[in-house]
Each structure stands twice: as structure tokens, then as C-alpha cells.
């Protein structure tokens, strides 16, 4: 096996019943190091929560290195797929590939990344820097994805910077060539899987 599971789960069959939605969809969180929110099932391997508050009834459902283990859910079986900064730090294509498997059609791959021209993203540890042209660009993910919707969050140097120089340089523009005025992006994307069929 390629995976753990937390002693809270006498078996992954115990975990999917627990946790799948009425419709038995299940719903992912991807990196969630000691916080997974309601609903959704945590996986993890930890190496990347040292800046976290360890904590046992907080710790993943599953223990697995998400970078190389496939996710151990089966195809379609998935209705929301999310990490929040996660992505940074992992092989992407293998990430893309998985969670493309497990949604379901209408399904939804939400992410948060830090924002690659921002102190947050230029932060250590991080292995890519990742701005929404990556996205827009990168054939794999979209062959595998449409980008449904996008939020770009201001950084608080952005907030604090005079009404004056905002109007003559607004926040979608000086995002994209000013060092620190978006903190993080959040994309929500849909498996392109009923294109496919």
C-alpha cells in the first residue's frame, strides 16, 4: 500500500462512506497539512507543515506523498478537489493528471497559490512560482482544465498605497508588473472531460 491511513479509519472504505456527499461524491484537500475543512478528506504527508501547530485529532486522513503516489480514489468519484498553497510545492503534471482522474464531469479544481511576484511567493521552500499565465499557457493543464473563474488577492502594501497612484495604475495592471501588490491568486477550474466524451 502507498498510503496510510489516520488511526481514526479502520479502512479507506470506512473514510469514503463517512465523507461522501449524498450524491457520493467525495471532496479532497490536497497539502492540508492540520487543517481540513468540514466534509472534506485531508491528505498530506506532513513534510511541509513545520510552520503548522501539530496536532493529532487534526492530523490528515490519509498519509501519502502526493507527488509521486496516485490519489487512492477512483476515477469520477470526486466533486471538488482543492489545495490551498500546495501547488508550489509539487510536481505539477502528476497533480494535474490525478485530479483530473478522480473528478467527476462539472466537478471543480479549486486552488490558492501564492502570487510568484509577491514576497509571499518568492517565500523558501516554494519549488515554482506561479502567476495565472502559467495556467493560461501550460498545454498540459489545459488540455485537462478550463479556468472558470479567478481571484487575485491585494497585498496589504497594496491597501495602504495612496487613491491617487490606484487610479492611474489600477490593481489588475500593477499586479502583473509591480513587485508586491498581489498576495495570492485562487482559480477555479472544471475537468474538461465532457469534451472528451
Same mark, same amino acid.
Given at each position: 500500500?502507498?498510503?496510510?491511513?489516520?488511526? #481514526?479509519?479502520? *479502512?479507506?472504505?470506512?473514510?469514503?462512506?463517512?465523507?461522501?456527499?449524498?450524491?457520493?461524491?467525495?471532496?479532497?484537500?490536497?497539502? @492540508?497539512?492540520?487543517?481540513?475543512?468540514?466534509?472534506?478528506? &485531508?491528505?498530506?504527508?506532513?513534510?511541509?507543515?513545520?510552520?503548522?501547530?501539530? *496536532?493529532?485529532?487534526?492530523?490528515?486522513?490519509?498519509?501519502?506523498?502526493?507527488?509521486?503516489?496516485?490519489?487512492?480514489?477512483?476515477?469520477? *468519484? @470526486? &466533486?471538488?478537489?482543492?489545495?490551498?498553497?500546495?501547488?508550489?510545492? *509539487?510536481?505539477?503534471?502528476?497533480?494535474?493528471?490525478?485530479?483530473?482522474?478522480?473528478?467527476?464531469?462539472?466537478? %471543480? =479544481?479549486?486552488?490558492?497559490?501564492?502570487?510568484?511576484?509577491?514576497?509571499?511567493?518568492?517565500?523558501?521552500?516554494?519549488?515554482?512560482?506561479?502567476?495565472?499565465?502559467?495556467?493560461?499557457?501550460?498545454?498540459?493543464?489545459?488540455?485537462? =482544465?478550463?479556468?472558470? #473563474?479567478?481571484?487575485? %488577492?491585494?497585498?496589504?502594501?497594496?491597501?495602504?498605497?495612496?487613491?491617487?497612484?490606484?487610479?492611474?495604475?489600477?490593481?489588475?495592471?500593477?499586479?502583473?508588473?509591480?513587485?508586491?501588490? @498581489?498576495?495570492?491568486? %485562487?482559480?477555479?477550474?472544471?475537468?474538461?472531460?465532457?469534451?472528451? #466524451?
Amino acid at each position: 500500500m502507498t498510503y496510510t491511513l489516520h488511526p #481514526r479509519w479502520s *479502512s479507506i472504505e470506512e473514510l469514503i462512506e463517512a465523507r461522501a456527499a449524498e450524491d457520493g461524491a467525495l471532496k479532497l484537500d490536497l497539502g @492540508c497539512g492540520y487543517v481540513t475543512p468540514e466534509g472534506f478528506i &485531508g491528505l498530506d504527508d506532513l513534510t511541509g507543515a513545520a510552520a503548522q501547530h501539530p *496536532s493529532e485529532e487534526l492530523a490528515p486522513d490519509v498519509f501519502l506523498d502526493l507527488n509521486r503516489v496516485p490519489l487512492p480514489f477512483a476515477e469520477d *468519484s @470526486c &466533486g471538488e478537489v482543492r489545495g490551498s498553497h500546495f501547488l508550489e510545492h *509539487s510536481n505539477l503534471d502528476h497533480i494535474f493528471d490525478q485530479v483530473f482522474r478522480v473528478l467527476r464531469p462539472g466537478g %471543480t =479544481f479549486l486552488f490558492v497559490v501564492p502570487y510568484a511576484n509577491s514576497a509571499e511567493g518568492m517565500f523558501p521552500g516554494h519549488q515554482i512560482f506561479l502567476t495565472e499565465r502559467f495556467f493560461y499557457e501550460n498545454l498540459h493543464f489545459q488540455q485537462l =482544465f478550463r479556468i472558470d #473563474r479567478e481571484h487575485y %488577492t491585494p497585498s496589504e502594501i497594496w491597501e495602504t498605497m495612496p487613491k491617487p497612484l490606484k487610479k492611474l495604475l489600477p490593481f489588475d495592471q500593477a499586479r502583473q508588473v509591480l513587485f508586491n501588490v @498581489c498576495n495570492q491568486m %485562487t482559480i477555479w477550474a472544471s475537468p474538461r472531460k465532457q469534451e472528451a #466524451r
